[in-house]
């Protein structure tokens, strides 16, 4: 078959193409070569299929993915993406704030990025820029090593650095979003690379655009955060100072600041490793004065904290420990099956082996009807549902 080279090699979505007519003036496009290497790799790298989803996610329910792949880099991503573009799409990190209701019939992927870059200071900071893969606690402890100051209030919180601004996370005083510098993300239906800054990312408390207007739309490649070359304590919050006191800390350092964190943790949240969970299945809901002041009157021991704006957070793990299934029943330590609300904080629901992720989300659904009916205020999930 005779081709006549007809017009120029022009870029089409990922590929260049080369349009060639043959005898019959029928267009043909020949394959430029960089589509052949991109179709054998994509060959090479087909997800796994059937894959049981328990092991990838810190509650341990039962949930099979229809597809499964990692990722260790954009190009990997580009390409998995274009592989499953027909199929929903769930991006995982430590599976440390996700409950899995039901099967995943889509494509799971799971960002496994790594590298921690040095990438500039100044005379106050230095910004260090972790792959989305990067196991957050271990990458505290790398700053912590090396005197980076900001990060050791936000110890032991499980999961990756790659997730750590999709709810803005946060302990003991600290929110992510103070040492957050910026991010880069893969827009999944455009195809390219966008940097968000701190006023791009919407933070609020356990909240941020990723959470609510470009739910889905991204994938978090990595993070830069802003630490300092000299640090700023915050032992104001919670335990924080009596817990030093108790370990006899006479000079305050990041680092004993970050062993009291991990300490009073260790004391009040189950280990997912031992029993499964997500950390608060339930955000702190803020109240206006008014009705403050109004459930104050009605129950003298309401935990509340005054915000900024003259609005109050009351905390959901006090009201829940007041609810419960029947009276004089507390949803604290209250286990049905294996789903329960653990028995130190209230906050949390469990696993205690083999509940499925639907009995832990009714159980769920009955705390939060139990405490609008006692309190009037409607609980906010934290967890992501799937
Ligand atoms: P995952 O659970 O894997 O994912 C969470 C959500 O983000 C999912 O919707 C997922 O699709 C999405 N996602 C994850 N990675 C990416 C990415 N790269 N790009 C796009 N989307 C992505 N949180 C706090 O804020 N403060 C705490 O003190 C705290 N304590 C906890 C204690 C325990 C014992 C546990 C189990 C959890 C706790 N958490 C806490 C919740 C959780 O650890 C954090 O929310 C953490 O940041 C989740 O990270 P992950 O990598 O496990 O996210
Ligand atoms: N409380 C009870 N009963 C309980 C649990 C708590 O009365 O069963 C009371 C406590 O006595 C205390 C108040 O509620 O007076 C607050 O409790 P705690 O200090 O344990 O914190 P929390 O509000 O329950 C929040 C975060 C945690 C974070 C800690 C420390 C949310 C939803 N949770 O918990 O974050 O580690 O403060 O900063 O904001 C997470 O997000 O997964 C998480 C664990």
């Known amino acids: 078959m005779k081709l006549v080279h007809y ?24 394959p430029a ?29 039962e949930s099979t993915a229809r597809y499964y792949s990692t990722f260790r880099d954009e190009a990997e991503l580009e390409e998995l993406l274009f592989w499953g573009a027909r199929y929903p799409l769930l991006i995982l990190g430590g599976g440390s704030n996700l409950l899995l209701t039901r099967d995943v019939d889509g494509l799971v992927l799971k960002n496994e990025i790594r590298g921690i870059t040095e990438l500039h200071e100044d005379n106050d900071y230095v910004y260090i820029r972790a792959g989305a893969g990067e196991n957050w ?5 790398y700053c912590l090593s090396r005197n980076w100051a900001g990060l050791e209030n936000l110890s032991l919180i499980p999961g990756n650095a790659g ?16 040492l957050f510098w910026d991010l880069e993300a893969w827009h999944i239906r455009e ?15 356990r909240d941020s655009v990723f959470k609510g207007k470009f739910k889905g739309q991204f994938v978090i490649l990595n993070v830069t955060y802003r630490l300092r070359k000299k640090p700023r304590y915050t032992t104001s919050y919670g335990a924080i100072e009596k ?11 990041i680092k004993a600041i970050s062993d009291a964190v991990i300490s009073i943790r260790s004391s009040k949240l189950p280990d997912p490793r031992v029993i499964g969970n997500a950390g608060s299945f339930f955000k702190n809901p803020s109240v206006s004065a008014e009705k403050h002041a109004l459930l104050q009157k009605q129950f003298p021991d309401l935990v509340a904290y005054p915000n900024v704006d003259g609005t109050f957070k009351l905390a959901a ?6 609810s419960g299934p029947a009276p004089g029943i507390s949803w604290k330590g209250y286990r049905k099956g294996d789903a329960g609300c ?20 009714q159980l769920s659904e009955d705390i939060l009807q139990s405490v609008h009916q006692k309190f009037g205020v409607e609980l906010e999930r934290e967890v992501n549902i799937i």
């Not at 979505?13 to 003036?25: H, V």
């Open 7 to 30: 017009g120029r090699t022009a870029k089409m979505g990922l590929f260049s193409t080369t349009p060639f007519k043959n005898e019959n003036q029928a267009f043909i496009f020949s």
């Open 163 to 178: 997730a750590s601004p999709m709810q803005n996370i946060g302990a003991y005083g600290v929110e992510l979003e103070e």
């Open 243 to 253: 817990e030093l006191e108790k370990m006899g800390v006479k000079e305050l350092s």
């Open 33 to 61: 070569p960089e589509f052949v290497i991109f179709m054998i790799k994509l060959q090479l790298m087909k997800p796994e299929e059937n894959i049981a989803l328990a092991p990838f996610t810190s509650f341990g329910v």
């Open 317 to 322: 793990g006090w009201m829940i420990e007041q």
């Open 137 to 141: 606690h271990q990458f505290v402890l």
């Open 191 to 205: 195809q390219k690379k966008v940097t968000f800054t701190k006023s791009d990312c919407g933070f609020g408390y």
């Open 342 to 361: 653990h028995e130190r904080q209230a906050l949390v629901l469990v696993n205690y082996g083999r509940a499925l992720g639907s009995e832990i989300f």
